[in-house]
C-alpha cells in the first residue's frame, strides 16, 4: 500500500441509494477531479473555495457525453478526513451510475482504495489516533445506543486525553529521576525519591483503573460471550428469540428440537451478549443428539455467562441438578432463569434452592416477555461497572489497548518494586520507559507497522 498514491472509493454502502459518495484523497485528488468535472459556472475545482459545493457533471476522459449530475466538493489538506487534499463527489445512487463515476476517477489517475485507506491516512497525518480510529470502527458497526455512546466519546478523544495525561505524568516522573542521575551535585529534581516512588504508584493505579474499565467496554461494544442451557423444554429456544427480539431458533414442544449450537449477538439493555442456544440436556440413545449435549457442556466451560433456564412449573430433575453442579464448578457467572411465569406464579420450594446457587435469579416468561427487563439489570449488574459514566468517563473498549495497559501497570508496579528494592535508578528508567512505550500503544504512538495493517484491514473500503 503505497500511502502517497492519490486513491478513490465509493464510501457509502453498495446498492441503490437517493445518494452516492465518492471520495479521492491524495496530493492529486482536485487534479484528478478537474479532469473529469465540468462546473456548470465553468471554474475548476481548483480554484473553488474550500468546503463549498459546486454543482457540476461527470465524464469519463475522452468522451463528450456526460455520466451524471453531481454535487463535488474539494477540501485541502490539511482540513480534511484524511488530513490530504480530497474531493468528494455526490452522484445519483444507481449502481451503474456511480461505478462508472468511479471508473471515470480510477481512468483519470487515481488508484482505488483499499479496506480502512482513508482512515489509515487520516491516522498517519496525525488526524486521528489508533484508538479514535477504532472508535470510528466502532461508530461504524453499533447496534445499541450504549455503544454508539461509547464509540462517539472515544472518537472525540476521551480515551486519548486520558491516557496523554499519565503520559504527560510519567514523563515528568521520568524527567525528575534523569535529573538526579545526571546532575546528582545540583538538586535539580523537585521530588526526592519517595515522591517519585509514590508518584510511579499513583500513576500505576489510574492506568490499573482504566484498564479496568475494559470489563465495562467490553460488555457494551465487543459483547459477553453466553450460553443460554438447561434441560429439554424449559424454554431456551424461546428465551433465545425473546432476547433476539425475533424467532431465530425452532421452537416446538418435541423434545431434542434443537440439537446444534446457534449463536447471534443480542443487545439487552446496556450489555451486549454473544449468545447461543444449545441442546437440551437428557438422557438420549440419539446420536445426534448426544452430540449437541457433549457441545452444550463445552460451550459451559468456554462462557462468560450461563443463562441456565428451568421450568417453573415443574419440580427440578436430575438433569436441572447437574446443571447447577456443572455451572457451580465451573465458576463462571450465571443467573438462573425460571421460565414460564405466565403459568405459574409460585415455583417449588426444592427450584427457588437449586437456583440460589446461581448469582442472580430471574423469573420470566419466555411467552409473553415478562421479567426480561429484570434480566437485563442482573446482567449489567453483573458485568457494568455502575460508577462508570460511559457518557463521560474514559472507557477502554478494544482488547488491544487493554493488553497495553495492562503491560505498562504492570511494568511500572515492577519499576517501582526495584525502586524500593534499591535497584540503580538508571535500570528504573529503563523499566519506566517500557512502561511509557506500551502506553504510547494505546493511541498509536508507540506501535508497529503490522499492528497498523491489522486494525485497518477491519475497516471496508471507502471508509
Ligand atoms: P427448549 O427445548 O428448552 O429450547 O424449549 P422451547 O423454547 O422449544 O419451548 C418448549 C415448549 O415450551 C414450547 O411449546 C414453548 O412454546 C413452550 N414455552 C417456552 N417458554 C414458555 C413460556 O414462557 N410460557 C409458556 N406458557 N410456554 C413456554
Redesign the pocket.
Known sequence: MNLLDTIAAVSTPYGKGGVALIRISGADAIAVADKIFKARSGRKLAEAEHGKMTYGEIFMPGESDSIDDVMAVAFRAPRSFTGEDTVEISCHGGILVTRKVLSAVLLAGARAAEAGEFTRRAYVSGKLKLNEAEALGDLLEARSESQLTLARGGMKGRLSDRMGELYDDLRKVLTGIYAVIDFPDEDLSEMSREEMESEIGRVAADVRRLADTYGTGRAVSEGIPTVIC?R???????VYNRILGYDAAI???VEG??RDVLRETAILGKATLLLCDTA?LRRTEDKVESIGIERSLKEIDDAELVLA?FDGTRAPTDEDVELAQKVNVSGVASIALI??S??CAEQSSELLSLCSTFDKTVSV???NGEGFDALAAAVEELFIDGDIDIKKDAVVTGARQFAALNSCCELLYRALEDMRCGVSLDACCVGIECAMSALGEVDGREIGEEIVADIFSHFCVGK
Do not use: E, H, P, Q
Open positions: 438447561g429439554t423444554n424449559a424454554g431456551k429456544s424461546s421452537v416446538t414442544d428440537t434443537t437440551g433456564v421460565n414460564k405466565d403459568l416468561s419466555a411467552a
